[in-house]
Nanobody, 116 residues
């Protein structure tokens, strides 16, 4: 199982970006799809989660600004980020939990920089 994140970049404060994460490898069903982020000097933190049933959860710092969505059949997850702030600057990682094994898999990370 390999995850590939894309869509990062440099954006001005108040701008928007959309991250995507695609899975490749043998077929597997996904229990939970998540986005994490890690800023320099900080621990990796959970940003948003979507369960197989469609329930979502967000970090307080991004509620109302970020939206997690998916194309489940294509094993893709997205993170729409609006009203970006400099403190959103981080490397963003997608994470999938496989249903059958419970194992977690990480994408390689996408750099998001919010700066004027």
């Amino acid at each position: 199982v390999q995850l590939q994140a894309s869509g990062g970049g440099l954006v001005q404060p108040g701008g928007s970006l959309r991250l995507s994460c695609a899975a490749s490898g043998p077929f597997f069903s996904i229990n939970v799809m998540s986005w994490y982020r890690q800023a320099p000097g900080n621990q990796r933190e959970l940003v948003a989660t979507m369960t197989s049933g469609g329930s979502t959860n967000y970090a307080d710092s991004v509620k109302g600004r970020f939206t997690i969505s998916r194309a489940y059949a294509r094993r893709m997850v997205y993170l729409q980020m609006n009203s970006l702030k400099p403190e959103d600057t981080a490397v963003y990682y997608c994470n999938y939990q496989v249903s059958t094994t419970g194992n977690y898999y990480w994408g390689q990370g996408a750099q998001v920089t919010v700066s004027s």
